[in-house]
């Protein structure tokens, strides 16, 4: 079994926007490392990027904005 960076597990999968989700660097960011968000993002983010229906979560006080490619 390959051992994945914390980006891969939370972004895991081949589809466009998982792509450009792993490619961010996220410790730049106020989330911080996605190896240190919450369980229920990361749970979310897991449906919402293997859906192929249209999905949008928000997250945070600052209401940061994940989509899916089906509502891209």
């Not at 960011?29 to 979560?57: F, H, Q, Y």
Request: proline share 8%; hydrophobic share 40%; glycine share 6%.
């Amino acid at each position: 079994m390959r051992h994945q960076r914390p980006a891969e597990a939370v972004f895991g999968g081949s589809n466009p926007m998982a792509v450009r989700l792993r490619s961010r660097d996220w410790s730049q960011t106020p989330l911080g490392a996605p190896a240190t968000w919450p369980a229920e993002l990361k749970t979310s983010l897991g449906i919402l990027l293997n859906s192929d229906r249209p999905m949008v979560c928000l997250w945070g006080c600052d209401r940061w904005v994940f989509y899916n490619d089906a509502c891209a």
